[in-house]
Nanobody, 129 residues
Framework: QVQLVESGGGLVQPGGSLRLSCAAS????????IGWFRQAPGKEREGVSC???????TYADSVKGRFTISRDNAKNTVYLQMNSLEPEDTAVYYC???????????????????????WGQGTQVTVSS
């Protein structure tokens, strides 16, 4: 069964850090583009950071300099290191994967619009004092 499982969410104070993990099972991530997306209550799902099969990376302007995406193909896992967290980062975070070669330009938008995307179940991140 093809599946993505996110973990690492939780409650953190402003300025704190979390590392999210997206583990794949039933398939290998080597030739996949992977994205982290988030959805806050009443808002649309937005791309946070994406990485393609050549390790090209993109970040939303709101997280540049604070978040870092990485992949470990040996562990079949993609990570999102989140530092200097702000209350505005509060959302459910999802990872999505597509078996496609995507360019860096607007990668998250490309990834989100592909109908065959595999989504995880999401992990809640709450930033609050």
């Amino acid at each position: 069964q093809v599946q993505l499982v996110e973990s690492g969410g939780g409650l953190v104070q402003p300025g704190g850090s979390l590392r999210l993990s997206c583990a794949a099972s039933g398939f290998t991530l080597d030739y996949y583009a992977i994205g982290w997306f988030r959805q806050a209550p009443g808002k649309e799902r937005e791309g946070v950071s994406c990485i393609n099969d050549n390790d090209g990376k993109t970040y939303a302007d709101s997280v540049k300099g604070r978040f870092t995406i990485s992949r470990d193909n040996a562990k079949n896992t993609v990570y999102l290191q989140m530092n200097s967290l702000e209350p505005e980062d509060t959302a459910v975070y999802y990872c999505g994967a597509v078996h496609d070669a995507l360019s860096v330009q607007a990668m998250c938008e490309q990834l989100r619009d592909i109908s065959t995307i595999v989504w995880g179940q999401g992990t809640q991140v709450t930033v609050s004092s």
